[in-house]
């Protein structure tokens, strides 16, 4: 089922230090004056100056705890998402929106480009049956028996007849589906280059990967991800070849663990403040190549730049331990059979001899904090990428 989003909004002071770290400045982090100077030891990532009731001292792998990262809530009106039960995956659920075919896909770029062309470049025809309009609504499926929503955008010039990508773009620990519409810059983009865009929201204002991070037993973030995408595919004109995944912080993690588990279905991802955990701890084994470009600031107080261990901000769960930015940039590399040397432009750094013609990235954002890269970027790389 779907509601109309309601205009109204509730901004705190958190919230608006987060807003101006984020949007304002993202080479400074706003709310680290908030935070303790970092002492060594295992940290915690909790929300932002607020004590984690585990861990009293600052940062993480190597940092003490910051206090749980907080989202701007409810931006845009929408009500927090509730903590629900959990369930494995599923159909998807009632709607008010007649179902319509799925998409055409031909005609697509190589994923061969750091850039291309943007908005409805896709060749494909949908039939007249596709029966999304613009709009933003509200939308609710079941997953496993679990009731979840998501944030649907439409943009204004989508009008059903030719094929156009869709972006899943995930919230961060503690944040919701709002926030991040607020946050990463990709609601703009979306009206600017006519793509269809969702935010998902997640259980316990978190997403299930690898040993972290919801409180809530056996919730399945692949299973909802994979319905969000097939619902939208079923309503309107949608590319199958060009669908991607980004995110902030834990959001980043969710777009890590969908090109791990589901790069069948996403063509690339851009994820924001997040790095992959150990390989025991979240395997990561795509069934295909698939295009990784992952922004990283060198001053993150939250998720540190050099990785090493954290403790799961809210309590949850075990410590995980992150392979930092760089050795994720690598292990990455290594999944996608890449070689030769990377090459340096500006403060990207690309794996461009890599399987099947996908790349690799790492944006090093010099005294970064912890922040969304810029949405502008993420999405020049996207757009070049399709399924083969």
């Known amino acids: 089922m779907e509601f109309p989003i309601s205009r109204h909004a509730w901004l705190g002071t958190i919230l608006v230090s987060v807003v101006l770290t984020a949007c304002g400045n993202r080479d400074k982090d706003a709310a680290s004056s908030e935070l303790p100077a970092a002492t060594p030891g295992v940290g915690s990532l909790g929300a932002r100056g ?15 705890s910051a206090g749980t990262e907080q989202e701007p809530r409810n ?26 075919g799925g998409p055409g896909a031909t005609g697509q770029p190589r994923d061969d480009a750091m850039s291309g062309a943007g908005g409805d470049t896709s060749s494909s025809a949908c039939g007249t049956g596709a029966s999304l309009a613009p709009s933003e609504t509200i939308r609710t499926l079941r997953v496993g028996g679990v009731e979840r929503s998501y944030i649907l955008h439409v943009p204004p010039g989508y009008a059903g007849t030719s094929a156009v990508p869709l972006v ?19 609601a703009a983009l979306s009206d600017q280059n006519n793509f269809v865009i969702a935010w998902p929201n997640g259980i316990d204002n978190a997403w299930n990967i690898g040993p972290c991070c919801t409180r809530s037993r056996d919730v399945d973030d692949l299973g909802f991800a ?14 199958a070849k060009r669908v991607y995944t980004t995110g902030f912080s834990m959001g980043g993690g969710m ?5 791990c588990n589901a790069a069948d279905i996403f063509a690339a991802a851009t994820p924001s403040a997040f790095d992959l955990l150990e ?15 992952a922004f990283r600031g060198t001053a993150d107080p939250l998720v540190v730049f050099a990785g090493g261990v ?17 050795g994720s940039f690598n292990r990455w590399g ?26 690799v990235g790492l944006v090093t954002i010099a005294d970064g904090g912890h922040a969304p890269g810029p949405a502008a970027t993420a999405w020049n790389f996207l757009k070049a990428r399709s399924l083969p």
């Open 226 to 239: 994979k319905a969000i995408v097939s619902e939208v595919e079923n309503l309107g004109c949608i590319d």
């Open 310 to 326: 954290s403790n799961p901000p809210n309590g949850c769960c075990p410590p995980i331990t992150f392979l930092g930015a760089v």
């Open 255 to 259: 777009s890590h663990f969908l090109a």
């Open 168 to 186: 899943l773009d995930f919230h961060g620990l503690g944040g919701n589906g709002a926030g991040q519409k607020a946050l990463s810059g990709f």
């Open 279 to 293: 390989e025991d701890q979240m395997p990561c084994r795509p069934v295909r190549p698939i295009s990784v470009l």
């Open 334 to 359: 290594s999944i996608d059979a890449c070689s030769g040397t990377p090459t340096n432009t500006g403060d990207t750094t690309t794996f461009t001899q890599c399987m099947a013609g996908v790349q």
């Open 75 to 100: 931006p845009e009106g929408p009500p927090d998402p509730v903590a629900l039960n959990s369930g494995g995956a599923g159909s998807s659920g009632t709607s008010n929106v007649p179902q319509a």
């Open 50 to 64: 607020t004590p984690d009731p585990r861990a009293g001292s600052q940062g993480i792998a190597g940092s003490g």
